[in-house]
């Protein structure tokens, strides 16, 4: 294959401007702002937010991104936790997680600022652009002292930040992350149904290693192990064939609103455009980053507080940190190869999916495990019908999407992938009860409130 020069650019310029300005700028903030109770959530939301930005601009992979949210996310309520005691630790709950110092007692600290504190540093630590994360930190921490918080309650609260944050980057240290840095690549074959590099840049597969991460809350990555995909068959008829032409067939007659639905979910962080012999990457958000980001939404429109929204983020990533992990071991294990392949070669050799297939296997699919699995926490967490618009993917230039519960999305995040063009129907389904089995175990066996079932107040209340 001949060599591309590839040119990496920004395309989602909203998200690179986002930190000077708008919305993710606290600087900016009005009077009355300056004025809400130091329980209020805006500044945890803005540092989902900023981390986010800062995934997209490193052009993290799903699965690594998924695992710098959720170590993030624990730092953050380990640290808020201690300001309200209805909240249990995750310590012993979550594999390899051991209790952290406690902290002084009978002295004052401020927990946003403190929880705040954890999971910048922890988001920093784990990121490429650190720069990025230091200018938003600075700024919150300028915003703590305007409101008043007294010099040796903000050294105080720092402090204890950053000792949890380091307490949680020493537990990330076992995770086997580092040791799949040095792991072989996939081995690309000719065997027939083998999954084989994609257009337009024809990528090495992403994250063939993933499976050997430790779980958070899986016993293993294989603990749900799917149902082996169809059999790799071209003959008419077959199983196999039949689903690769219904991708075909599916993709020469979509509707606008399947175009739409296929658009809104992409979340691809790989797409390439080409021009000539160059090639420049359209940075967008992650699967991961847009359950993130309704999370962030589902936490304002319950009117939750700094602690419970904490818990939220927490709950929210870790299941999808094993979700992945989970997903990711069946697509290295199966390796099936993608619609585009087939179709190009048995079925129609002009066809083109409508969304750039992602560089990796195609079974089980992500968005389906991630999605119904995160799906099935927040329905827990903040009960279910509920409704939102989901306004995640606005600053890529895609309209608001309206859903009757987070159940909904996960279904419509699901499909969207087979009017992609980049999956077969198995994969989704299969991958929806991969998904489901996920997110009840997570439901199961972590608890975060001290007497379960107890739902903390949305009100603000005193931390101190």
């Given at each position: 294959?001949?060599?591309?020069?590839?040119?990496?650019?920004?395309?989602?310029?909203?998200?690179?401007?986002?930190?000077?300005?708008?919305?993710?700028?606290?600087?900016?903030?009005?009077?009355?702002?300056?004025?809400?109770?130091?329980?209020?959530?805006?500044?945890?939301?803005?540092?989902?937010?900023?981390?986010?930005?800062?995934?997209?601009?490193?052009?993290?992979?799903?699965?690594?991104?998924?695992?710098?949210?959720?170590?993030?996310?624990?730092?953050?309520?380990?640290?808020?936790?201690?300001?309200?005691?209805?909240?249990?630790?995750?310590?012993?709950?979550?594999?390899?997680?051991?209790?952290?110092?406690?902290?002084?007692?009978?002295?004052?600290?401020?927990?946003?600022?403190?929880?705040?504190?954890?999971?910048?540093?922890?988001?920093?630590?784990?990121?490429?652009?650190?720069?990025?994360?230091?200018?938003?930190?600075?700024?919150?921490?300028?915003?703590?002292?305007?409101?008043?918080?007294?010099?040796?309650?903000?050294?105080?609260?720092?402090?204890?930040?950053?000792?949890?944050?380091?307490?949680?980057?020493?537990?990330?240290?076992?995770?086997?992350?580092?040791?799949?840095?040095?792991?072989?690549?996939?081995?690309?074959?000719?065997?027939?149904?083998?999954?084989?590099?994609?257009?337009?840049?024809?990528?090495?597969?992403?994250?063939?290693?993933?499976?050997?991460?430790?779980?958070?809350v899986l016993d293993s990555a294989s603990q749900f192990r799917p149902i082996a995909p169809?059999?790799?068959?071209?003959?008419?008829?077959?199983?196999?064939?039949?689903?690769?032409?219904?991708?075909?067939?599916?993709?020469?007659?979509?509707?606008?609103?399947?175009?739409?639905?296929?658009?809104?979910?992409?979340?691809?962080?790989?797409?390439?455009?080409?021009?000539?012999?160059?090639?420049?990457?359209?940075?967008?958000?992650?699967?991961?980053?847009?359950?993130?980001?309704?999370?962030?939404?589902?936490?304002?429109?319950?009117?939750?507080?700094?602690?419970?929204?904490?818990?939220?983020?927490?709950?929210?990533?870790?299941?999808?940190?094993?979700?992945?992990?989970?997903?990711?071991?069946?697509?290295?294990?199966?390796?099936?190869?993608?619609?585009?392949?087939?179709?190009?070669?048995?079925?129609?050799?002009?066809?083109?999916?409508?969304?750039?297939?992602?560089?990796?296997?195609?079974?089980?699919?992500?968005?389906?495990?991630?999605?119904?699995?995160?799906?099935?926490?927040?329905?827990?967490?903040?009960?279910?019908?509920?409704?939102?618009?989901?306004?995640?993917?606005?600053?890529?230039?895609?309209?608001?999407?309206?859903?009757?519960?987070?159940?909904?999305?996960?279904?419509?995040?699901?499909?969207?992938?087979?009017?992609?063009?980049?999956?077969?129907?198995?994969?989704?389904?299969?991958?929806?009860?991969?998904?489901?089995?996920?997110?009840?175990?997570?439901?199961?066996?972590?608890?975060?409130?001290?007497?379960?079932?107890?739902?903390?107040?949305?009100?603000?209340?005193?931390?101190?």
């Amino acid at each position: 294959m001949k060599k591309r020069t590839i040119m990496l650019t920004v395309a989602a310029i909203a998200v690179v401007a986002l930190g000077a300005g708008g919305s993710y700028a606290i600087a900016a903030r009005s009077t009355a702002q300056s004025r809400l109770s130091p329980d209020a959530a805006d500044p945890l939301h803005t540092a989902v937010q900023r981390l986010s930005s800062v995934i997209v601009y490193d052009i993290m992979s799903p699965p690594q991104s998924s695992r710098v949210y959720a170590y993030s996310s624990v730092a953050a309520y380990e640290t808020l936790r201690h300001g309200h005691p209805e909240y249990r630790s995750l310590a012993g709950q979550l594999n390899g997680l051991e209790p952290a110092a406690e902290p002084q007692p009978g002295v004052q600290y401020d927990w946003p600022l403190a929880g705040v504190e954890a999971f910048m540093t922890v988001g920093r630590a784990m990121t490429f652009s650190r720069q990025r994360m230091d200018s938003l930190r600075t700024v919150m921490q300028e915003e703590a002292r305007r409101r008043g918080v007294a010099a040796p309650v903000f050294a105080r609260s720092i402090a204890y930040g950053d000792s949890i944050a380091a307490h949680i980057l020493k537990w990330s240290a076992a995770d086997h992350f580092l040791q799949t840095r040095g792991y072989p690549k996939f081995s690309v074959t000719s065997a027939l149904g083998r999954w084989v590099p994609t257009p337009p840049a024809y990528m090495d597969a992403v994250e063939a290693n993933w499976r050997e991460l430790r779980p958070f809350v899986l016993d293993s990555a294989s603990q749900f192990r799917p149902i082996a995909p169809p059999r790799f068959d071209t003959l008419p008829g077959s199983e196999f064939y039949k689903s690769a032409k219904e991708v075909h067939d599916v993709g020469v007659n979509l509707t606008e609103e399947q175009r739409a639905i296929a658009a809104f979910w992409d979340c691809n962080p790989y797409v390439m455009n080409v021009t000539g012999h160059a090639m420049f990457a359209t940075k967008k958000i992650s699967p991961g980053g847009h359950w993130m980001g309704i999370v962030g939404l589902a936490s304002r429109r319950a009117h939750a507080d700094i602690m419970r929204s904490a818990e939220a983020y927490a709950r929210a990533s870790i299941t999808m940190a094993d979700a992945f992990i989970g997903t990711w071991d069946e697509k290295y294990r199966s390796a099936v190869i993608r619609p585009e392949t087939v179709i190009n070669k048995y079925i129609d050799e002009r066809w083109q999916p409508l969304l750039q297939t992602p560089p990796f296997p195609e079974y089980p699919s992500g968005h389906s495990v991630v999605s119904t699995a995160v799906a099935a926490v927040l329905a827990n967490e903040f009960g279910s019908p509920f409704a939102f618009a989901d306004s995640a993917e606005l600053q890529f230039g895609l309209p608001v999407r309206t859903f009757p519960s987070f159940e909904a999305a996960a279904s419509e995040a699901a499909i969207s992938r087979l009017y992609g063009g980049i999956h077969y129907r198995p994969a989704i389904e299969q991958g929806v009860v991969l998904g489901r089995r996920v997110g009840a175990l997570v439901v199961a066996r972590v608890s975060t409130r001290v007497t379960p079932g107890v739902v903390a107040s949305a009100a603000p209340g005193t931390i101190h």
